[in-house]
């Protein structure tokens, strides 16, 4: 297959790491199907690595298996490109867990196509309205510290968009991040792998996904347990009826409470799950807008 624009994954992304937090993580939006299957390579404790243009996923496992060495971002890229004889058309952005970065635009990537990496992050892009695409990413990542990673990226990947995006439109993103025993139950590193592989928007589907992702799996907040007064009892049983946990909504306290365990339960809210006469405020307004 000839090496043409089709067969590049014309795209922006974002490598990012909170040192303080250990939180490391890849954004991208392309115009490229499934962008999250080949972009984003993450490694807890070690770094991470965006590869696109003309794609080589190798770079991902070779890169983070180079910086688990002790190789540098710069010295990483380096040695991937060294003896590519499609160097040229690729891109890769490269961050690792002591905040170091660098990032690579061949020469013959579609314009607009260029990078730039500080102190926790790379950003770069291809086939790009203009520059001002990449530089979105760099602002609004420098912009957010002190907001967790993934507001951060995604907060970069909308801004960007804004700035211009990716020249030939929107299909697809994705946003992956890793922290040491970060997983489902801490029994791996993978924190948040979320994709939208095929949308008009995938921005904005991909932050939707991720609030409901922080709903179901982050703990309640202290601040945001509330007591289920009359109105709110109301106003959840209304909804435990229309999705069937209920048969009325003037049951008395054991089938009410009965209900929206059932409802917490296949929701899968358990982490949010409070005792009886409580609810997490979160849930709630969830419930009733839902």
């Known amino acids: 297959m000839g090496k043409t624009k089709d067969n590049l994954v014309a795209t922006y992304s974002i490598v990012g790491l909170d040192p303080k937090i250990g939180e490391i993580g890849v954004a991208t939006q392309s115009k490229f199907l499934g962008v999250g299957a080949v972009v984003p390579w993450v490694k807890a404790n070690v770094g991470a690595v965006a590869t696109q243009s003309l794609a080589n996923t190798s770079y991902g496992p070779r890169g983070l298996q180079m910086m688990e060495e002790g190789k540098t971002p710069q010295e990483v890229l380096d040695e991937l490109v060294k003896d590519d004889p499609d ?68 907060a970069a990947l909308e801004a960007a968009q804004q700035a211009g995006g990716d020249k030939r439109g929107m299909q697809s993103a994705a946003i992956l991040i890793e922290k040491e025993k970060g997983g489902y139950g801490g029994y791996n590193n993978r924190m948040l792998d979320l994709r939208v592989d095929e949308h008009p928007s995938p921005i904005k589907e991909l932050t939707r996904i991720y609030r409901l992702h922080q709903l179901y799996f982050n703990r309640t907040k202290e601040g945001n347990i509330v007591p289920i007064d009359s109105e709110r009892k109301q106003k959840i049983a209304e909804v435990l009826v229309k999705q069937g946990y209920l048969t009325n909504s003037s049951v008395d306290d054991q089938s009410f409470y009965e209900g929206l365990t059932n409802y917490i339960h296949t929701e899968n809210f358990e982490e949010r799950e409070q005792e009886q006469g409580k609810i997490d405020l979160e849930v709630y307004e969830y419930m009733i807008q839902s």
């Open 87 to 154: 160097a040229s058309l690729r891109q890769v952005g490269v961050v690792d867990f002591s905040g170091r970065s660098a990032t690579f635009t061949g020469d013959n990537c579609y314009d607009w196509a260029g990078g730039k990496s500080g102190e926790n992050y790379a950003v770069q892009g291809n086939i790009l309205v203009s520059e001002e695409t990449v530089t979105a990413l760099a602002d609004t990542f420098e912009s957010t510290e002190g907001k967790p990673l993934a507001d951060r990226l995604l």
